[in-house]
């Protein structure tokens, strides 16, 4: 299949994730475009903000890029590259099905399919590192705010919170292993043993074991040679796990949380936030088999806002106003993609 009907696959496979996005909220028209006019500019803000964070992601997958030789292409072509894929992410099953294939395949003729596919992979490698340290630091962050009073800490939430700490350790020991040796070898050798898999894998693992042995290596030589580059591209993409907590602080003030009723500052309003998202990213990483997560998220809010003590209404709020923000990228990171297409033609 060439390279144009493979991006018109996914082009189309998110077209129709979106349709079914616009028709599964558990709202009327009438009423979502009340939660809209609600927000007003704050809105634009959530918006604005994702822009940043696309940036910033668009920056650490440079930062991978440069660290195993130069850097062909420029800045705002990574940009466009990162914003699409993402929006292929959101709109497939088992998100990295989508945006990180394009990727590669967008990037092969620039840096040659080894580069591409190891800068990819440890970029999303990364992204999900970084959203481990995210989870842990929101555990110690409960705890902090239970002992100083202001969450709850009972035997359940003790659980859930233990479980928490278990999966996260596990998750960063891995990773730390995967970057020290490398996985690609190791995951195409796990696929191959997926029934219905099975044949590909074992075909991929023969046909280019030599290339993918190369690509673990890659990934080893970063963290073992390149660690600047390594903690660098890491702490970009954790400051940007934080900064997304202002998507949820905007909401929360638009929904009147902080108004005195029930945090006393923003400071507070924030780490509250801080929680939220970390909850509701976990809940919703868990069920990502899911295209737009389609119901994950909607109940990660929900957990979270009741157990942090706020109404169900908020949790509501919360989920429709980050849906639209997903659709707009989406529709955004699907258009681009098509330009892009319609620019190689005419050219």
């Not at 994950?296 to 106003?321: D, K, N, W, Y």
């Amino acid at each position: 299949m060439s390279q144009g009907r493979i991006n018109n696959l996914f082009f189309a496979i998110g077209v129709v994730a979106v349709v079914v996005m616009l028709f599964s909220f558990e709202v009327s028209f009438s009423e979502l475009w009340g939660y809209i006019c609600r927000a007003g500019y704050w809105l634009v803000a959530i918006l604005a903000l994702w822009g940043v964070l696309y940036l910033m992601n668009a920056w650490a997958w440079q930062v991978i890029i440069r660290g195993s030789g130069d850097c062909p292409v420029g800045y705002g072509y990574l940009l466009k590259l990162t914003v699409t894929g993402f929006a292929l992410n959101y709109t497939t099953p088992i998100g990295l099905l989508g945006g990180e294939p394009y990727k590669i395949l967008e990037m092969t003729k620039h840096i040659g399919v080894q580069r591409a596919t190891s800068s990819v992979v440890l970029f999303a490698m990364m992204h999900v590192f970084s959203h481990f340290w995210f989870w842990t630091t929101s555990i110690l962050l409960y705890l902090l705010l239970a002992f100083l009073g202001y969450l709850p800490l009972n035997v359940g939430m003790g659980i859930v919170l233990g479980l928490m700490a278990v999966f996260c350790g596990v998750g960063i020991y891995l990773f730390i292993k995967g970057y020290k040796n490398g996985m690609v070898v190791k995951l195409i050798a796990f696929l191959g043993r997926i029934p219905g898999l099975r044949g590909w894998g074992r075909r991929l693992a023969e046909a280019h074991h030599e290339d993918l042995v190369k690509i673990d290596r890659q990934i080893a030589e970063l963290h073992r040679q390149e660690s600047r580059t390594f903690y660098k591209s890491l702490l970009i993409e954790y400051v940007g796990r934080v900064c997304q907590s202002f998507e949820i602080l905007f909401m929360l003030i638009l929904f009147g949380i902080d108004e005195g009723r029930q945090f006393s500052d923003h400071v507070l309003a924030f780490l509250y936030s801080f929680l939220i998202l970390s909850f509701t990213s976990l809940f919703a990483n868990i069920l990502g088999f899911l295209p737009l997560q389609l119901g994950g998220r909607e109940g990660g809010f929900a957990l979270s806002v009741s157990q942090l003590g706020m109404t169900g209404g908020a949790g509501m709020f919360i989920s429709i106003l980050c849906r639209v923000r997903e659709i707009f990228w989406a529709v955004i990171g699907l258009g681009l993609m098509k330009i892009e297409s319609k620019n190689k033609k005419n050219k």
